[in-house]
Nanobody, 124 residues
Framework: VQLQASGGGLVQAGGSLRLSCAASGRSFSRYGMGWFRRPPGKEREFVAAVRWTGSIHYADSVKGRFTISRDNAKNTVYLQMNSLKPEDTAVYYC???????????????????WGQGTLVTVSS
């Protein structure tokens, strides 16, 4: 499975962006998909995940503002980001894995495949 993230860019605080992660290869629907981000000078952090079962989890920092969704027919997972804040500035990565939702949240190393990242910059 190869992952291609896109949709990043520069947006003002309060604005919105939608990230996409297109997967190539078969069995996309059997993978859980996660979004992570790495803010400037900080460690990578979990953002959101959706299992193949449809269960979803968000980091507290984005809950109520971000929405993860997947379209298995298009082999794509999305991250709709609303009410963006300057602290959302980061490189965003998508990843595919097959663990439990707890594993997907806590253990980035459990993911099997990673996309290349897309930069989101939120200006104040």
């Amino acid at each position: 499975v190869q992952l291609q993230a896109s949709g990043g860019g520069l947006v003002q605080a309060g604005g919105s962006l939608r990230l996409s992660c297109a997967a190539s290869g078969r069995s996309f629907s059997r993978y859980g998909m996660g979004w992570f981000r790495r803010p400037p000078g900080k460690e990578r952090e979990f953002v959101a995940a959706v299992r193949w079962t449809g269960s979803i989890h968000y980091a507290d920092s984005v809950k109520g503002r971000f929405t993860i969704s997947r379209d298995n027919a298009k082999n794509t997972v999305y991250l709709q980001m609303n009410s963006l804040k300057p602290e959302d500035t980061a490189v965003y990565y998508c990843a595919a894995g097959s663990g439990s939702i707890l594993t997907m949240i806590r253990f980035p190393s459990s993911y099997d495949y990673w996309g290349q990242g897309t930069l989101v910059t939120v200006s104040s």
